[in-house]
């Protein structure tokens, strides 16, 4: 035989070959190309995410870090009644509720993820499923090491929480006192007989054992508390008699840290007997003119926006060990009309930091 013929037939040996592998190859370049597209794009109605979210109780701080949060989730993609789908309980600041809507409806369903807003639906939770295989997520808690969900924020979760806290660290607090009320001296702390504030007690009392702070004096005044939907109005009127008896004593009252603390009837009821001025612990507290006269305050609504980037993230496939536990961002605002009325005048840096929150 020829070269020529040899050669010859090799060519069409191997134009024989390609014909019968390109239809082999570009069927499995098509299968990785759904697979991969399948494995990328969001899941959808036939398969939505779904989302179990507790809120200790109805209205603030919750209901804006939920609100944010949501927002957030949204414009990452997840969208209720298409690919998210939400189930939502509010407990009145009851344990025995978690306890109950856990146990009788809810711990056997398929959630994606479990969203607790509060320290009392954290801490049921925490009783009911500490160490289970359901991952929540925490928001607004005031002392998550303390109650036992996280152990630090410089570390890894080591259980199946993780979160943002609630509350501006203490020392941030005082010397937010000390720059914008300089010859302060008496602090006024009314507060609720709960483990919100008996956290947050506890680090005040700290903070002013440290040579930076030890000019303060805090006098303290303990209420009942009150667990419902309405507990932070009937709370705010049990105040009011101690509001009355320290008004001569202090030079301003700072609102606890705790379901009453956040609410606007405590606030008010500061603005309505006492001649001194109230540090707010949220932004509505000025803003809203409750009544307080200058705060320094947890953004909620970069809160919630934080969380729900935790939430996407363990939403997609992240483990809880690899999403660590924040602080709050911070904000400030002032009322100037009820200030100047106390004769305090605003320093020009904290006008600066507080940028748009001023109330005229």
């Given at each position: 035989?020829?070269?020529?013929?040899?050669?010859?037939?090799?060519?069409?040996?191997?134009?024989?070959?390609?014909?019968?592998?390109?239809?082999?190859?570009?069927?499995?370049?098509?299968?990785?190309?759904?697979?991969?597209?399948?494995?990328?794009?969001?899941?959808?109605?036939?398969?939505?995410?779904?989302?179990?979210?507790?809120?200790?109780?109805?209205?603030?701080?919750?209901?804006?870090?939920?609100?944010?949060?949501?927002?957030?989730?949204?414009?990452?993609?997840?969208?209720?009644?298409?690919?998210?789908?939400?189930?939502?309980?509010?407990?009145?600041?009851?344990?025995?509720?978690?306890r109950s809507l856990w146990l009788r409806r809810e711990q056997h369903n398929?959630?994606?993820?479990?969203?607790?807003?509060?320290?009392?639906?954290?801490?049921?939770?925490?009783?009911?499923?500490?160490?289970?295989?359901?991952?929540?997520?925490?928001?607004?808690?005031?002392?998550?090491?303390?109650?036992?969900?996280?152990?630090?924020?410089?570390?890894?979760?080591?259980?199946?929480?993780?979160?943002?806290?609630?509350?501006?660290?203490?020392?941030?607090?005082?010397?937010?006192?000390?720059?914008?009320?300089?010859?302060?001296?008496?602090?006024?702390?009314?507060?609720?007989?709960?483990?919100?504030?008996?956290?947050?007690?506890?680090?005040?009392?700290?903070?002013?054992?440290?040579?930076?702070?030890?000019?303060?004096?805090?006098?303290?005044?303990?209420?009942?508390?009150?667990?419902?939907?309405?507990?932070?109005?009937?709370?705010?009127?049990?105040?009011?008699?101690?509001?009355?008896?320290?008004?001569?004593?202090?030079?301003?009252?700072?609102?606890?840290?705790?379901?009453?603390?956040?609410?606007?009837?405590?606030?008010?009821?500061?603005?309505?007997?006492?001649?001194?001025?109230?540090?707010?612990?949220?932004?509505k507290d000025v803003m809203h003119g409750w009544g307080a006269s200058l705060?320094?305050?947890?953004?909620?609504?970069?809160?919630?926006?934080?969380?729900?980037?935790?939430?996407?993230?363990?939403?997609?496939?992240?483990?809880?060990?690899?999403?660590?536990?924040?602080?709050?961002?911070?904000?400030?605002?002032?009322?100037?009309?009820?200030?100047?009325?106390?004769?305090?005048?605003?320093?020009?840096?904290?006008?600066?930091?507080?940028?748009?929150?001023?109330?005229?």
């Amino acid at each position: 035989m020829s070269l020529h013929r040899h050669q010859r037939r090799f060519r069409i040996s191997c134009l024989l070959r390609r014909l019968c592998f390109q239809p082999l190859l570009t069927g499995l370049l098509a299968l990785f190309l759904i697979s991969a597209a399948e494995a990328s794009s969001p899941r959808g109605e036939d398969n939505p995410y779904r989302i179990l979210l507790i809120d200790s109780l109805q209205g603030e701080p919750y209901s804006t870090v939920r609100k944010s949060m949501l927002a957030e989730l949204e414009r990452l993609g997840y969208v209720s009644g298409k690919n998210l789908q939400l189930r939502y309980y509010s407990l009145g600041n009851s344990e025995e509720k978690a306890r109950s809507l856990w146990l009788r409806r809810e711990q056997h369903n398929d959630y994606d993820l479990v969203y607790l807003s509060g320290t009392i639906a954290t801490l049921a939770f925490k009783t009911l499923a500490l160490g289970g295989n359901k991952s929540f997520v925490f928001t607004a808690v005031t002392d998550p090491i303390g109650i036992g969900v996280i152990d630090d924020f410089e570390m890894p979760p080591k259980h199946n929480f993780t979160g943002v806290s609630y509350p501006v660290r203490v020392e941030q607090r005082l010397r937010f006192i000390q720059r914008a009320m300089p010859k302060a001296r008496t602090i006024g702390l009314i507060y609720a007989d709960m483990p919100h504030s008996h956290s947050y007690n506890r680090w005040l009392e700290a903070a002013l054992q440290q040579p930076e702070f030890s000019h303060f004096q805090l006098l303290k005044r303990k209420i009942p508390f009150v667990k419902s939907e309405t507990g932070d109005k009937r709370m705010a009127r049990l105040a009011i008699p101690h509001i009355k008896e320290l008004n001569s004593q202090v030079d301003l009252f700072i609102s606890p840290n705790d379901t009453m603390g956040v609410q606007e009837a405590f606030a008010q009821a500061v603005a309505d007997h006492a001649t001194k001025p109230l540090l707010g612990l949220g932004r509505k507290d000025v803003m809203h003119g409750w009544g307080a006269s200058l705060s320094i305050f947890p953004d909620l609504t970069k809160m919630g926006i934080e969380t729900a980037r935790m939430m996407d993230r363990l939403l997609q496939g992240e483990q809880i060990s690899q999403v660590f536990p924040e602080w709050p961002p911070v904000g400030i605002a002032f009322d100037l009309e009820r200030l100047k009325a106390f004769g305090i005048e605003v320093p020009m840096q904290e006008r600066q930091r507080a940028g748009e929150n001023f109330y005229h």
